[in-house]
């Protein structure tokens, strides 16, 4: 048994070389930061991960999403750490950001794309044409406030609507690698970017205030996607918890743009 911080009656548990992961996944969604920043990180150190045994928190054991994604890499070990357990390590490994906050290594973030689409896609359309938009409607802030408006066009253009907490990460590389244009707005679900193909395309609808946030920008110019962008009025000026309004008008043109320029 792993020894209790404060008991020194018990020995910790040992381990040799292990690699430490602290989890940018979040709980009920594949995509936030496990996507984007875990993985990368893991797949730098893809060649040493045979040996390496892997330490996570344990609040992610039995996350399907966490599991899942780490399927594509070669681990031979992988332990969940409570917050009480006490472990030692006389080498600790803790691999670094590969980028600044925000920004992403095109290098590793376009091959982590391909080992997850090829682990989890048979057989990869070699033309995505799907046309993806994702509802928060569940979501506990920033949701779409006219949002059976938005639905209503979307539809109209052929666009599939779309919960990810509804779907298994297997289930999201899957449909994502078969889209050639997804919409929402800003939150943690366009990461689901990460699975399109080079060249499709992501419409983000964001706070009108919000200038400073690319971080959807910027992970779609790492990953060779056309990013387009709407803003929107809100409900209240706090831009972390506001809902939008989208104006169904500018969308149409929007979106119209958008499905033209790979038309």
Not at 73 to 78: A, I, K, R
Not at 140 to 149: D, M, Q, V
Request: hydrophobic share 40%; net charge negative.
């Amino acid at each position: 048994m792993p020894a209790r911080k404060g008991c020194c009656s018990n020995p910790a548990t040992s381990y040799r070389n292990p690699l430490l992961r602290h989890s940018c996944w979040t709980n009920g969604n594949a995509e936030a930061g496990g996507n984007s920043d875990s993985l990368p990180r893991l797949y730098a150190l893809r060649d040493q991960l045979a040996d390496l045994p892997l330490l996570l928190p344990h609040r992610l054991q039995g996350l399907e999403f966490v599991t899942a994604s780490l399927a594509p890499f070669p681990l031979t070990s992988l332990d969940f750490i409570a917050d009480t357990e006490t472990v030692f390590c006389p080498r600790l490994i803790v691999p670094m950001h590969i980028a600044p906050s925000g920004q992403h290594n095109e290098e590793i973030i376009r091959a982590l794309r391909t080992l997850l689409v090829e682990y989890f896609c048979k057989q990869n359309p070699s033309r995505p044409q799907g046309l993806v938009y994702i509802s928060r409607r569940h979501a506990s802030r920033r949701r779409i406030a006219n949002e059976s408006e938005v639905i209503e066009i979307l539809k109209n253009f052929g666009f599939d609507i779309i919960e990810t907490e509804s779907l298994s990460f297997s289930e999201q590389v899957r449909l994502f690698s078969s889209a050639r244009h997804l919409i929402s707005n800003h939150g943690a679900g366009l990461t689901n970017m990460m699975f399109m193909a080079a060249g499709a395309n992501v419409l983000e609808l964001r706070h009108s205030s919000a200038n400073e946030l690319t971080c959807y920008f910027n992970l779609a110019s790492a990953l060779d996607l056309n990013y387009f962008y709407q803003v929107c009025a809100t409900t209240e000026a706090d831009e972390h918890i506001a809902n939008l309004i989208v104006d169904t008008d500018d969308l149409r043109e929007t979106v119209d743009l958008m499905l033209s320029s790979s038309s």
